[in-house]
């Protein structure tokens, strides 16, 4: 197992509930204790920090500040125009353009390239396409869940 310096001085300062989560993009994600407080370590890649910071540290953040309401931010189902490379074995998060077709029917197209390190696929985008751990390619015309990300900017 490839051990890290950080990890390494988390261990020995603190306790780390988790360091790795099979999302895409966002591995490693490291979550746990230092004393009295909690520590979340995002992921170096601008895409994976922005994802894990939405998904997990503004929802953790509410929760700790008091706010009852659910974080988890809404999804609803649209027919995908775009043809989704995923492979099966994580969740998986793609960026991707939410909009009304010419027949007034909410669908979503890829923003492209979609690696951890490509934030134009995050900045050209208003939304994630959330495909199941076990879901492989997506073809067009097929349904996929999108979660609106405007909110993360300000409302968009």
Same mark, same amino acid.
């Given at each position: 197992m490839?051990?890290t310096?950080?990890k390494?001085?988390l261990?020995e300062?603190g306790?780390?509930?988790?360091w790795?989560l099979?999302i895409?993009?966002?591995?490693?994600?490291?979550?746990?204790k230092?004393s009295?407080?909690?520590?979340?370590?995002l992921?170096?890649n601008p895409?994976s920090?922005?994802l894990?910071?939405?998904q997990?540290?503004?929802?953790?953040?509410?929760?700790l500040?008091?706010?009852?309401a659910?974080? /988890?931010? +809404?999804r609803?189902? *649209?027919?995908?125009?775009?043809?989704?490379?995923?492979?099966? &074995?994580?969740?998986?998060?793609?960026?991707?353009i939410?909009?009304?077709?010419?027949n007034?029917?909410?669908?979503?197209?890829?923003?492209g390239?979609?690696?951890?390190h490509i934030?134009?696929?995050?900045?050209?985008?208003n939304?994630f396409i959330v495909?199941?751990?076990?879901?492989g390619n /997506?073809e +067009?015309?097929?349904w *996929?869940e999108?979660?609106?990300?405007?909110?993360?900017?300000? &409302?968009?």
């Amino acid at each position: 197992m490839k051990r890290t310096i950080p990890k390494t001085i988390l261990e020995e300062l603190g306790e780390i509930a988790f360091w790795k989560l099979a999302i895409k993009p966002g591995k490693p994600f490291a979550f746990g204790k230092l004393s009295n407080s909690w520590f979340c370590g995002l992921p170096g890649n601008p895409v994976s920090a922005a994802l894990t910071f939405y998904q997990l540290v503004q929802p953790l953040l509410a929760k700790l500040g008091g706010n009852t309401a659910s974080a /988890v931010p +809404p999804r609803q189902r *649209v027919r995908t125009t775009s043809r989704l490379k995923k492979t099966p &074995g994580r969740l998986d998060f793609q960026r991707g353009i939410l909009q009304r077709s010419a027949n007034g029917e909410l669908e979503v197209t890829t923003t492209g390239h979609q690696g951890s390190h490509i934030f134009s696929s995050f900045s050209l985008g208003n939304c994630f396409i959330v495909l199941e751990r076990e879901r492989g390619n /997506v073809e +067009p015309g097929e349904w *996929v869940e999108v979660e609106p990300f405007n909110a993360l900017f300000g &409302g968009l």
